[in-house]
């Protein structure tokens, strides 16, 4: 069982960054990527942004340009970069290695 972790949320003002982590432990071995997903209120969760274990990585329209996903596989560590961040980007945010899912961590773009 793969047990997940995110930390690095808060407050921020609109074009601010933040930069968020998640730790993932036991048996990754066989995952080939992690992904990182945000929610708000009433609505689905949506996808943002996927690294692979060869660094391949695919960014949501909305964010490219703004975030970097990144990982350390040493490490089984994972990072999104988040630069002139909008209140849209408000949300939750969670982190997905494979079948597996943190608790998220709550990102606000406000003033």
């Known amino acids: 069982q793969v047990r997940v972790v995110e930390s690095g949320g808060g407050l921020v003002q609109p074009g601010g960054s933040l930069r968020l982590s998640c730790t993932a432990s036991?048996?990754?071995?066989?995952?080939?990527?992690m992904a990182w997903y945000r929610q708000t209120p009433g609505k689905q969760r949506e996808w943002v942004a996927t690294?692979?274990?060869?660094?391949?990585?695919v960014y949501e329209d909305s964010v490219k340009g703004r975030f970097t996903i990144s990982r350390e596989n040493a490490e089984n560590t994972a990072y999104l970069q988040m630069n002139s961040l909008k209140p849209e980007d408000t949300a939750i945010y969670f982190c997905?290695?494979?079948?597996?899912w943190g608790q998220g961590t709550q990102v606000t773009v406000s003033t």
């Open positions: 036991g048996n990754i071995a066989n995952i080939a990527g």
């Open positions: 690294i692979l274990r060869d660094g391949i990585t």
């Open positions: 997905n290695w494979g079948v597996s």
